[in-house]
């Protein structure tokens, strides 16, 4: 017959120190944004940890619940290390990585893309939420919103 074991110290049984265990284990990992230390639950998208943190990446294609395509490419972050730009809609977060959401690159890098989804003439067809215009504050003023 097993007895648990039970600690004359802390009087914590060892199931109960098993449980403890698995809490550790489920806590969240942390990543490096803009230079700060930010938690993220594993499997989470960089997109959903960074506004988590209270900061804004602009979308089109990102819709809650679904699976991501990363499609727009207007939520571009820079990755320390990456070879490029990375979708944050479509990105895990990993402990350790370094994210960097207000940069030169990444401001001109979602501008071109706004160009050239504006520039293919099909606005219309594009995956917009009617939202994501009206919260987006890199859409250009002079266009009127097709919503």
């Known amino acids: 017959m097993h007895y648990p074991y039970v600690c004359q110290n802390c009087h914590i049984s060892d199931m109960t120190y098993i449980l403890l265990l ?9 990543f490096i944004l803009n230079g700060k230390e930010t938690p993220f639950k594993q499997g989470q998208m960089i997109l959903e940890a ?7 990446i602009p979308t089109l294609c990102y819709l809650k619940g679904s699976t991501p395509t990363g499609a727009c490419r ?3 972050i820079e990755v ?6 990375q979708a944050a809609c479509s990105t895990p977060a990993s402990p350790g990585m370094e994210v960097f959401t ?7 890098s979602r501008k071109l893309n706004i160009e050239l989804l504006l520039a ?3 606005i219309v067809a594009l995956p917009v939420r009617p939202t994501a215009i009206a919260a987006c504050r890199i859409w250009p ?3 009127k919103s097709p919503v």
């Open 120 to 122: 293919s003439g099909n």
């Open 22 to 30: 698995k809490v550790k284990i489920n806590m969240s990992d942390t």
């Open 50 to 56: 960074v506004r988590n943190a209270g900061i804004e």
């Open 74 to 76: 207007i939520c571009l």
């Open 141 to 143: 003023t002079s266009i």
């Open 102 to 108: 207000d940069t030169e690159v990444v401001h001109r």
């Open 80 to 85: 320390k290390g990456a070879r490029s730009l």
